[in-house]
């Protein structure tokens, strides 16, 4: 197995950076790795390396000037902006003067960026840029506790005569005549932190009504990040990719944090619109990812096949063929012949290896999906490849990873074992999967009674994810409890497993299947509008818009053909009778979508409540 995937994923025992909080840690790596290379961002069209005495000068003099600002131990800031390197050194900044770092998402509005700044108590709000700032500016009046604001780019903005409102360059030239004029106050700051102080905020995505600001100690931050390489490792000589969210679990945890805590590089896109090409670029060793990208790889790999010459596509089918062969055999514990592991490398050479390029995962050890459920036929086709995908299944009230797949002995569908820096168990009446241990939250902000609700009586986190889980202690999400769909019939359906099937398909981008209560079972579809758009000009199918290309017969012939091979998986009360299609292309700005691209269930059968209604108009028996 080594041999053809290369799952060096091999738990590392032991302290990787010494730190009993996030401050301590980064001071400490910043001593034992200074002249290393630990963030790298794309400047201009060239990569640009930060070492950690770098970092730790930007920090240091970020620090100093939140001191000189009056940012007192306690005290909170806010961070507007979309994952860039200055998001990590603001929050490094914070947490080093003993503040707490709330994130705020670059898509939210400005009634929004009120909502959390006031609710977090900010004094102190950093924003990205103009776009942002315009944000801030709007609901500045309403904030009294905001003191000041700071743009990290102020392209734009040199012409900007506002007191309340200076850049990051002259904040940090501030800190610097602070640090100087007052040199121990930082490390004080620093060494006078404890444990169990509150360091981050992360806000809830708001699915069901307004955020809630998750409140992580570093404490649990620390522990986590040992527990995580502890599971799947990463060294100093790893490569990440930063592109997710920041102010999201997944991003600030295993991506900030761990690779703070493991020394592996850190490599910021230059926006959320390049990451295919940044990928190949970067081509890193670990890759961590939600479904919606890995599902969206898959289906550009689909694509180019299908417009590649007959020769090609035939070398590929043979290629990984060969590749799912062995997957299959692996998948089973059962040994792969000396004859077939020949055949990989040829396969591999011939066209698995091209097709790795082309995605950019030619060098990875491994890669992780989490944040939503993923197909489980998806993860054999990267395993074909030759390249391991591990799911791991967390929320923001567990610090991110609760559960995670071994590298040794992956079983896809399944989130793998419960990470042992946790305890994770089923409820015998709900089958509601509930998790305690030192790496879950410690309430959220302003809300004890919210708080209270979501622990059991004996102190168990209540996830809300159904599930269960095998013989060898391997979990499988089966549902959402508010999710899970009684049909008229009485019949339980958990419609994530009809929605992932349909999502693998390289038309179709998100689904949302609705049956509650109802007769029979039909969905909502979000196409995929790169690969529709291709395929009705390949076909010549007229369109104007994104609307009229969803009204096509031909696009919706094309829908009900990948409905129509889903059904066959299913039995016949769990087959879709009916669908329609969102003819409004959604971004991570539509309220439909949470920041993370997950369709908000709820509010989108509210919001085409007609529509839905219509699918049902007349129905009798299914």
Not at 133 to 152: G, H, N, S, T, Y
Not at 328 to 342: E, H, K, Y
Request: aromatic residues 8%; charged residues 20%.
């Amino acid at each position: 197995m080594a041999t053809l995937w290369n799952p060096d994923c091999k738990p590392r025992e032991g302290i990787a950076m010494a730190g009993e909080t996030i401050a301590a840690m980064f001071w400490n790596a910043v001593r034992e790795r200074g002249p290393g290379v630990w963030l790298r961002e794309k400047k201009l069209g060239l990569w640009r390396a930060w070492t950690w005495n770098q970092v730790g000068e930007a920090v240091g003099e970020v620090a100093g000037g939140l001191m000189a600002l009056g940012f007192a131990p306690g005290d909170t800031a806010s961070i507007l902006s979309n994952t860039i390197l200055e998001w990590v050194l603001a929050d490094l900044a914070v947490l080093s003067c003993a503040g707490v770092a709330s994130g705020i998402y670059p898509t939210d509005a400005a009634s929004q960026v009120h909502y959390l700044t006031q609710d977090s108590h900010s004094s102190i709000l950093f924003v990205e840029d103009d776009e942002q700032l315009d944000k801030a500016l709007e609901v500045r009046a309403q904030l009294p506790l905001l003191k000041k604001i700071i743009v990290f780019d102020m392209d734009g903005l040199h012409e900007l005569d506002d007191e309340g409102v200076i850049s990051l360059a002259q904040l940090r030239a501030l800190g610097r005549q602070w640090n100087a004029e007052h040199p121990q106050m930082l490390p004080e700051r620093v060494a006078a932190i404890t444990p169990g102080q509150l360091a981050i905020l992360v806000y809830t995505s708001g699915t069901t009504g307004k955020p809630k600001g998750a409140m992580h100690t570093h404490a649990a931050l620390v522990q986590t990040a040992r527990g995580l390489n502890s599971v799947i490792s990463r060294s100093e000589q790893d490569e990440a990719m930063a592109f997710l969210p920041l102010c999201h679990i997944a991003e600030r945890m295993g991506g900030e944090y761990l690779s703070l805590y493991t020394g592996c590089k850190l490599n910021f896109v230059e926006n959320p619109d390049t990451v295919p090409e940044n990928v190949r670029e970067i081509a890193p060793t670990v890759f961590v990812a939600v479904p919606r990208v890995w599902e969206k790889f898959y289906s550009g790999v689909t694509i180019a096949i299908r417009e590649s010459s007959r020769l090609q596509q035939r070398a590929y089918a043979w290629a990984i063929g060969v590749g799912r062969t062995i997957a299959d055999l692996v998948l089973a514990g059962q040994n792969v012949p000396a004859s077939l592991r020949w055949r990989f490398q040829l396969a591999r050479w011939l066209a698995l290896d091209n097709v790795r390029k082309m995605i950019g995962i030619h060098r990875a050890r491994y890669l992780v999906t989490g944040a939503a459920p993923i197909s489980p036929e998806l993860i054999k086709w990267y395993l074909s490849l030759g390249v391991p995908m591990l799911e791991v299944w967390g929320m923001t009230e567990t610090c991110g990873v609760s559960t995670a797949m071994l590298p040794t002995r992956i079983k896809p569908g399944s989130i793998g074992p419960a990470a042992h820096y946790n305890q994770v168990r089923l409820d015998p009446q709900t089958g509601e999967i509930q998790v305690k241990g030192p790496n879950v939250f410690a309430g959220y902000l302003n809300l004890p009674d919210k708080t209270a609700e979501t622990f059991t009586e004996d102190g168990w986190l209540a996830t809300g994810d159904v599930g269960t889980v095998d013989a060898d202690g391997y979990y499988r999400i089966t549902d959402r409890m508010k999710d899970i769909i009684i049909t008229a019939g009485g019949k339980n359906i958990t419609p994530s497993e009809i929605e992932n099937e349909l999502k693998f398909s390289p038309y179709v981008t998100d689904a949302v299947v609705i049956g509650d209560k109802r007769p029979y079972l039909t969905v909502i579809v979000m196409i995929d509008q790169e690969n529709v758009e291709k395929y009705a000009q390949d076909h010549d199918v007229p369109f104007s818009n994104y609307a009229s290309l969803t009204r096509a017969a031909e696009v919706q012939a094309l829908v009900q053909g990948v409905i129509d091979e889903v059904n066959t998986r299913f039995a016949r009360v769990e087959q879709i009778k009916k669908f329609f299609l969102l003819d409004t292309q959604l971004t991570a700005e539509d309220e439909e979508l949470t920041p993370t691209m997950k369709l908000k269930r709820k509010l989108v059968e509210k919001k085409y409540a007609g529509q839905i209604e219509a699918m049902y108009r007349g129905a009798g028996k299914p």
